[in-house]
């Protein structure tokens, strides 16, 4: 009886040892997908255009700028984008060109999500094209298209150029009289009050 006792027990301890073992590889496997998940949800949330998000082609030299903080311009005035893709409005992020890695602030960033696009420079007299934001943003944007939806037989991007003011409480006002198509697209310089339209959509 007691040689049988023995065994049992010698059984049960073998039995909870592979039952720890396996507990902590699985925490092991746990504690690396979480920390991998975790690592991709801050690339994700970055706005520096570098892969593995970004659609955007070779980056502006304005793109890699970094201003760092509101002091000290010389420069700032605003335009608004306002992005279409088959009739769905695309909302632009509220942290554009904010906290990159190794940058707080780059001259071209948004800080809501109205599409109000901040140009902000520390000399005068600094030209900055559309591209630069997209580029900052991290998204492809020229004649071809916008992001992933590229012009095709049956899809076409169309670009719309207009002025914008404000009312009393902050709202842009636009009059739909003075929009123009234009074809700028990328290379087009932002200028104060500027309203610009793009339009991802099929052709009629």
């Known amino acids: 009886m007691e040689r049988r006792c023995s065994r049992i027990i010698n059984f049960k301890h073998v039995n909870l040892l592979s039952v720890t073992a396996m507990n902590k590889e699985s925490m092991f496997w746990l504690v690396v997908t979480m920390t991998a998940l975790a690592a991709l949800a801050y690339l994700l949330g970055q706005s520096d255009g ?14 890699k700028d970094c201003i760092d903080s509101h002091s ?32 707080t602030m780059r001259p071209l960033h948004t800080h809501d999500t109205s599409g109000k696009i901040h140009i902000e420079f520390k ?22 298209g916008f992001d992933d939806h ?6 076409e991007f169309l670009m ?14 636009v009059d739909p009289n003075t929009r123009e198509q234009v074809y700028d697209f990328e290379d087009l310089i932002l200028e104060n009050e500027q309203y610009i339209e793009l339009v991802y959509r099929e052709i009629a």
């Not at 306002?82 to 769905?88: A, P, T």
């Not at 719309?160 to 006002?173: A, C, I, K």
Request: net charge negative.
């Open 50 to 63: 570098n892969p593995p998000f970004s659609t955007a082609d070779d980056r502006h030299a304005l793109a």
């Open 72 to 103: 000290g311009l010389a420069d700032h005035y605003h335009a608004v984008v306002v992005i279409s893709v088959l009739g769905e409005q695309v909302e632009i992020p509220g942290n554009v060109g904010l906290n990159d890695p190794g940058c």
């Open 123 to 144: 000399e005068e007299g600094v030209e900055a094209p559309l591209e630069a934001f997209f580029d900052t943003w991290g998204k492809h944007m020229d004649s071809s």
């Open 150 to 155: 590229r012009i095709d037989d049956n899809h």
């Open 160 to 173: 719309y150029l207009n002025t914008y003011s404000q009312d009393g409480n902050g709202n842009v006002v």
